[in-house]
């Protein structure tokens, strides 16, 4: 007879990130909003941590989110200071401390981004090239629904009021040889905890989107 157990590391990984996200939602819209707002960059850390320990830990994760971090952090602080990769924008106070007007919590966000959709394409597609550009689609299209709703909670806001087409082909133009490497890297994982942490990402921003006139923040 085969034991089934329950709580494994990747069962325990769910119920948190589940957990982490619901009650930042419930919290937002019922609840105090800026206290929930603040545990965002703590939010967002447990998850990144959660995520690498649902993945191989070698020598090509660590370099993975090295290179993640460190290129979409100077993609970052490129498009502050110089406005033509993203458009002109600045960054508020709820993703935490800053390096040159940056938060150092947008490295990890390019890292869970790159990662997240990279393992989800690996279930659906076996060419690098389809990987590559489904996996830029995926993050277009969380980015897509993360624009509206960004100002409102002081995560960033464009000079114009809404990000541009410029924003997403930055976006594109920065993804394209993340996600290229990643998929020639190889990492392993069942694809199961990225597959969830990105539908909870895009849960998350669709539901405050719906509630964005309702949200009195």
């Given at each position: 007879m085969t034991q089934i157990k329950i709580f494994t590391n990747q069962n325990i990984s769910l119920g948190l990130i589940w957990l982490f996200h619901v009650s930042?939602?419930?919290?937002?819209?019922?609840?105090?909003?800026?206290?929930?707002?603040?545990?965002?960059?703590?939010?967002?850390?447990?998850?990144?941590?959660?995520?690498?320990?649902?993945?191989?830990?070698?020598?090509?994760?660590?370099?993975?989110?090295?290179?993640?971090?460190?290129?979409?952090?100077?993609?970052?602080?490129?498009?502050?200071?110089?406005?033509?990769?993203?458009?002109?924008?600045?960054?508020?106070?709820?993703?935490?401390?800053?390096?040159?007007?940056?938060?150092?919590?947008?490295?990890?966000?390019?890292?869970?981004?790159?990662?997240?959709?990279?393992?989800?394409v690996q279930l659906f597609f076996e060419t690098t090239w389809a990987r590559i550009i489904v996996g830029i689609g995926l993050m277009l299209f969380l980015d897509l629904v993360?624009?509206?709703?960004?100002?409102?909670?002081?995560?960033?806001?464009?000079?114009?009021?809404?990000?541009?087409?410029?924003?997403?082909?930055?976006?594109?133009?920065?993804a394209f040889p993340l996600q290229f490497i990643f998929h020639k890297v190889k990492l392993h994982t069942d694809g199961s905890f990225a597959f969830h942490l990105y539908f909870l990402q895009f849960l998350f921003f669709t539901i405050l989107l719906l509630k964005i006139n309702t949200l009195g923040i």
């Open positions: 930042g939602i419930i919290g937002i819209i019922y609840s105090d909003a800026s206290w929930f707002i603040k545990a965002t960059p703590l939010n967002l850390m447990l998850s990144f941590i959660l995520l690498l320990l649902n993945i191989e830990r070698s020598k090509k994760t660590l370099f993975l989110v090295l290179l993640c971090f460190f290129v979409g952090m100077l993609a970052e602080i490129i498009g502050v200071k110089y406005g033509f990769i993203f458009g002109k924008y600045n960054y508020g106070e709820a993703l935490g401390p800053k390096f040159m007007q940056v938060p150092f919590m947008m490295g990890i966000v390019w890292c869970i981004l790159v990662f997240i959709t990279g393992f989800i993360m624009e509206p709703v960004a100002p409102i909670l002081d995560f960033w806001s464009f000079e114009s009021g809404l990000a541009s087409f410029n924003n997403y082909i930055g976006w594109a133009v920065i």
